[in-house]
């Protein structure tokens, strides 16, 4: 056979690399893709000086009774608009989680939750919060109760009024962790700091605010005899000006380089937004034109780069009279499945009684459509097994690893078993988690380490 004529240069595919040297590199760094760990279903914020190490058991507690007085979760499921079909499975997974990890992910408030405080009281409060998270860890070690897999604080803001505040409640919470955590004597493999700490800088508008949460998390590491990159944070997204700053350009992207890859996550501030943008009051909500087009500016920000969004929360809680628990019940519900159908797996739940709508529609969503996803992962499984006649769809590559994607989530929340995925795409959990992130880097630190 003949070589086909070709027109370039035999030595242009090296200029051409040469020419690109740069951008690949930057594309490398900046838009590493999903590590593929698991990212909690939601955030729960409670004031700091109100959380013990029993706080999730009894928010799990809280939460089953309250659907045992609503006559079920059952009943639940179907006011929260689970298929008949579905809610058998989705019911005995939400009780199971209940009971098992009400809780995924904690967050010790000592900023708009807590208040304002005598520096006294803020400072002990501080060093308290390091204590419980430090013994939820150690008890989530042990398997002694149900603990959140993520917990952390939210201290105050890094704007001139709190910013000596907030950087010295930081401080005396990590300090207090890795001094007095006593993580390491209870046997929990590490550093010193729990597995799944998490810090949450809220009310974020400049680059430069980012700048110097990074440069407090370097000095602390050296400090305290951390590894460098240990103490990594999520930003809030409560003001204008973190959409579109002075200069007319989304700052997000420059954020994230400011904080050379301490960046976990986004999450997206309800009602402190929609306040700073002049919805009034009766019309602040999650599902707000203005919310949609923040959320949508922080999920092209940023989209490959691994760090991950969170919706925000509803105040419309379920904790009154039959009626209104049922009003508040149904929307928090309708809420949480537009967020998921709209890839924002993540959110604010503030009161124990939005746990049954949070677990029952989000294992909903997940088993609702699995049956479809895994015969089309099947179906692309099965195109590199010699003697398999064609499939009746044909997927490409990229939609192949958003199926996996979807499914790896499905597992790694608990709505899915790895072996019911197994029998029914043929892939086995790392199988599975290979497709849906194939350039998954190693080494690359998750978020909270979970």
Not at 207 to 233: D, I, K, S, Y
Not at 238 to 250: I, S
Not at 307 to 336: C, F, I, Y
Not at 423 to 449: C, F, I, K, N, S
């Amino acid at each position: 056979m003949s070589t086909p004529a070709t027109s370039l240069p035999a030595s242009f595919a090296d200029l051409a690399d040469r020419l690109l040297e740069g951008t690949d590199a930057d594309l490398a760094r900046s838009y590493p893709g999903e590590d593929g760990s698991r990212q909690p279903v939601h955030t729960c914020y409670v004031p700091a000086d109100l959380v013990t190490p029993r706080t999730a058991r009894e928010w799990g507690e809280t939460a089953l009774d309250a659907a045992a007085q609503a006559g079920g979760l059952a009943g639940l499921a179907a006011l929260a608009g689970v298929e008949e079909h579905l809610r058998e499975e989705v019911v005995a997974r939400t009780e199971r989680k209940l009971r098992e990890e009400p809780v995924e992910d904690l967050r010790l408030d000592l900023e708009d939750g807590y208040g304002e405080r005598p520096d006294a009281e803020e400072d002990e409060a501080a060093v308290a919060a390091a204590r419980t998270v430090a013994a939820m860890a150690v008890s989530r070690h042990r398997g002694e109760a149900p603990q959140p897999a993520y917990a952390g604080i939210r201290f105050k803001c890094l704007e001139a009024p709190t910013r000596s505040r907030g950087l010295r409640t930081l401080d005396l919470f990590v300090t207090a962790l890795v001094r007095e955590g006593g993580l390491a004597a209870a046997g929990v493999a590490g550093d010193g700091l729990p597995p799944g700490l998490v810090l949450t800088l809220p009310k974020v508008s400049t680059v430069a605010q980012v700048q110097v949460m990074t440069e407090a998390c370097g000095t602390l590491e050296e400090t305290l005899g951390l590894p460098e990159g240990r103490l990594r944070f999520e930003i809030q997204m409560e003001t204008a000006p973190m959409v579109l700053g002075l200069d007319g350009a989304c700052p997000i992207p420059a954020m994230l380089r400011a904080a050379g890859g301490r960046v976990t996550a986004l999450h997206y501030g309800t009602y402190d937004y929609s306040a700073a943008l002049g919805v009034a009051a009766e019309f602040q909500s999650m599902e707000h034109p203005v919310a949609d087009h923040a959320k949508s500016v922080m999920q092209v920000a940023v989209a490959g780069t691994g760090v991950r969004l969170s919706d925000g929360s509803t105040n419309r809680l379920p904790v009154g009279d039959g009626r209104q628990r049922r009003e508040a019940w149904a929307l928090h519900a309708r809420l949480v499945r537009r967020s998921l159908e709209r890839a924002l797996y993540q959110g604010w739940d503030l009161h124990a009684h939005q746990l049954p709508t949070r677990y029952l529609t989000t294992y909903a969503f997940y088993r609702r459509s699995f049956d479809a996803a895994a015969h089309r992962l099947m179906a692309y499984h099965q195109r590199s097994v010699p003697g398999i006649e064609a499939a009746d769809v044909a997927d490409e590559p990229a939609t192949a690893r958003a199926l996996a994607r979807f499914v790896h989530r499905g597992v790694l929340c608990g709505a899915l078993g790895a072996d019911e995925v197994e029998a029914a795409t043929g892939l086995g959990e790392h199988d599975l988690r290979d497709l849906a992130h194939p350039t998954t880097a190693v080494g690359v630190p998750t978020p909270g380490g979970i």
